[in-house]
C-alpha cells in the first residue's frame, strides 16, 4: 500500500523536531531545561524514578506540546523559525502538530493525503 509522500517525510521531521529539543534547546535555554527537569521532578520524584522509557516519552511529549516561553511561543514555534532544512511542506506539517489531539484510534482506511479514523 502506498502512503502519501507527506506521511512517509513525517518519521524524518519528528526526529529533526526531538533532535531539536533534546540537543539545542534543553542545552542553550536555561530557563527550559529548569521547567523541564522542575516537571519531570513533579511527575517522578526527586531523584527521578522512572519506570519506563515509553511512559517518560508520553511525559517529554506532553512537555513539548504544552511549554510556553515567556514571549508565549512554543517549543514548536521555535524549531520552524530556527531550522533551516525545513521544507514549506515540512513546516506545514510541524505547525498541525500545535493542535495534538490525543487518545486511542483505529485507522479505518488510508486516503490520498492522510487516514480516515475511528474514534
Same mark, same amino acid.
Given at each position: ?6 506521511? !512517509?517525510?513525517?518519521? !524524518? ?6 533532535? =531539536?529539543? @533534546? ?10 531545561? $529548569? ?5 519531570a521532578r513533579k511527575e ?10 515509553? @511512559?517518560?516519552? $508520553? ?5 513539548? =506540546?504544552?511549554?510556553r516561553f515567556p514571549n ?9 523559525? $530556527?531550522?533551516?532544512?525545513?521544507? $514549506?511542506?515540512?513546516?506545514? #506539517?510541524?505547525?498541525?502538530?500545535? !493542535?495534538?489531539?490525543?487518545? #486511542?484510534? @483505529? ?5 490520498? !493525503?492522510?487516514?480516515? @479514523?475511528? #474514534?
Amino acid at each position: 500500500m502506498k502512503i502519501a509522500p507527506h506521511i !512517509d517525510r513525517f518519521g !524524518d521531521i519528528r526526529k529533526m523536531f526531538v533532535d =531539536y529539543f @533534546q540537543y539545542v534547546l534543553l542545552k542553550k535555554d536555561y530557563t527550559l531545561k $529548569e521547567a523541564f527537569f522542575k516537571s519531570a521532578r513533579k511527575e517522578y520524584g526527586n531523584p527521578l524514578v522512572i519506570k519506563s522509557g515509553d @511512559q517518560f516519552h $508520553e511525559f517529554t511529549d506532553n512537555f513539548v =506540546y504544552s511549554y510556553r516561553f515567556p514571549n508565549n511561543l512554543t517549543i514548536i514555534d521555535r524549531f520552524i523559525s $530556527e531550522t533551516s532544512g525545513l521544507s $514549506e511542506r515540512g513546516r506545514a #506539517i510541524v505547525l498541525r502538530w500545535k !493542535d495534538p489531539i490525543g487518545g #486511542i484510534f @483505529q485507522v479505518k482506511r488510508t486516503l490520498p !493525503d492522510g487516514f480516515m @479514523q475511528r #474514534i
